[in-house]
C-alpha cells in the first residue's frame, strides 16, 4: 500500500512539474512584407537585402526568445503576402503569449520585435498519463 501511495504521490508531483514546465506546441504564423524599400536576397543580390523573417515569443516584455526563421522569397521586390512558416516543437506554458515576427536584413540587422506583434492562447497540455478502472 505504502509503494502504491508513493508512486501516485511520484506521479502527481511529475504532472506538476511539467505542467509548471510547459508543453510542448507548434507555432505556425503567415506574415506579408512590402520588398519595394529593402528587397529580398537573391544569388545575384546578397548585401542590402532582406535574408529572413524572425519570429519571436517575447511575452512578459523581457528577452524575445526567438522560436524560428522564414526565409525571404529569393528576389522580391513588391509587396508579397501570406508568406508562412511553422517552427518545430517548442515548450510554451498555457496563457496568452505576444509573439512577434522582424525582418532581419542580410548583414543581421533587424527591425524592432515590437513593431509588428500577434496575441494568441496557449492551452496546457494532456495530461502525461490517464487511468481508468470500471466496475
Known amino acids: 500500500m ?16 511539467a505542467a509548471a514546465a510547459g508543453s510542448q506546441h507548434t507555432v505556425s504564423v503567415t506574415l506579408n512584407y512590402d520588398f519595394s524599400v529593402d528587397n529580398a536576397c537573391s544569388s545575384s543580390v546578397t548585401t542590402g537585402c532582406v535574408k ?9 516584455g523581457g528577452t524575445p ?3 524560428f ?22 515548450t510554451i506554458r498555457s496563457g496568452v503569449h505576444t509573439f512577434a515576427a522582424t525582418a532581419q536584413m542580410a548583414d ?28
Open 65 to 67: 526568445v526567438k522560436l
Open 108 to 135: 543581421g540587422t533587424e527591425s524592432s520585435p515590437n513593431g509588428s506583434t500577434a496575441t494568441a492562447g496557449v492551452a496546457p497540455g494532456s495530461p502525461a498519463s490517464f487511468s481508468v478502472v470500471v466496475q
Open 2 to 17: 505504502k509503494r502504491f501511495i508513493l508512486l501516485g504521490l511520484v506521479a502527481v508531483c511529475g504532472a506538476i512539474a
Open 69 to 90: 526563421s522564414i526565409a525571404a522569397p529569393g528576389g522580391a521586390n513588391s509587396t508579397v503576402t501570406g508568406m508562412t512558416g511553422t517552427g518545430g516543437p517548442v
Open 52 to 60: 529572413q523573417f524572425n519570429i519571436y515569443d517575447i511575452t512578459g
